[in-house]
């Protein structure tokens, strides 16, 4: 039996399938949302941790099943947005979500067509290079080790693994589409080194194994696999049959997407759309708003 979680905008989800994915049981757990100034948006990581074990359990009772029968974990959720924490992993503060927009100075000095041109991505003050980048100029002390967006915060409270998957990565602004890495000149462009952000690893890879921490926080077993996981703007294309080129998607939710997958990095020289790694093989390319 398989656990999947999505941390949404608005709530957390959990969903008990079977091996073939037929779904079994599910539920949701309500959070909110904290907007201190006009533009800025946070969410305390606490509330996503609060919310885990109590959309699991009541996702197993609605499925009449136990945390034993329990054999993996994945988890997709809400893109762009900006964890710091410490040495330790935990955090130092709340996660700027996607929708939050303070660091727009901190892009005076990128260009936005080379960016386009490398990342396939809009110059944007919600991706995640423009606010680590203020999180570096306006946080107080301590500095921060590493910075995560939620899907990697939440794997790596569970099973110690500091790692995200190339769609996550592909919305930073600072990956290389062509080479499916992270950019030197980009990292540097923001002031950004390479050992403040997980590694890249597969969606579908295990990222790890769940700790004894990961265990009490979930509820679930300790030593079951966790998925290194993917955002929501690939996890649901994905969920929807989106495996291969010729087929187009549409999301509803907080926000919306529409995207379709092609084999290579095409890039929309106007920006309307952008270009992302994806779950399997080729880009997907969307329409987010």
């Not at 579908?204 to 921490?213: C, D, H, Q, R």
Request: negative net charge.
């Amino acid at each position: 039996m398989i656990v999947g979680i999505d941390i949404g905008t608005q709530s957390l989800k959990a969903v008990v399938t079977d091996d073939g994915l037929r779904v079994l049981g599910t539920a949701a757990v309500g959070y909110t949302l904290a907007f201190p100034r006009p533009g800025w948006a946070e969410q305390a990581p606490s509330l996503w941790e609060a919310a885990l074990p109590k959309a699991i359990a009541q996702a197993l009772d609605a499925a009449d099943l136990q945390a034993g029968q329990i054999a993996t974990l994945g988890i997709a959720g809400q893109l762009d947005g900006c964890v710091p924490v410490d040495t330790a992993g935990e955090a130092l503060g709340p996660c700027l979500i996607w929708m939050d927009r303070r660091a727009e100075a901190e892009l005076e000095s990128i260009d936005a067509e080379e960016l386009r041109a490398r990342a396939g991505i809009v110059l944007d003050p919600s991706h995640m290079a423009a606010k680590i980048r203020w999180l570096k100029r306006h946080r107080a002390e301590p500095p921060a080790a590493l910075f995560h967006q939620p899907v990697s915060y939440l794997v790596a409270r569970l099973t110690g693994a500091k790692v995200f998957d190339h769609g996550l990565a592909s919305t930073s602004m600072l990956y290389d589409l062509q080479a499916r890495a992270f950019a030197p000149d980009l990292l540097e462009a923001f002031g950004i080194a390479a050992s403040e952000l997980p590694a890249l690893d597969r969606a579908y890879a295990s990222a790890g194994s769940l700790t004894v921490e990961g265990a009490r926080l979930s509820g679930l077993p300790a030593g079951i696999p966790v998925a290194v996981g993917t955002g929501d703007d690939f996890s649901a294309p994905f969920g929807g049959g989106v495996v291969a080129p010729g087929r187009l998607v549409c999301v509803l939710g907080t926000a919306e997407v529409i995207g379709a997958l092609h084999p290579e990095p095409v890039i929309d020289p106007a920006g309307l759309v952008e270009t992302h790694g994806y779950v399997t093989e080729g880009y997907f390319i969307e329409n987010p708003g």
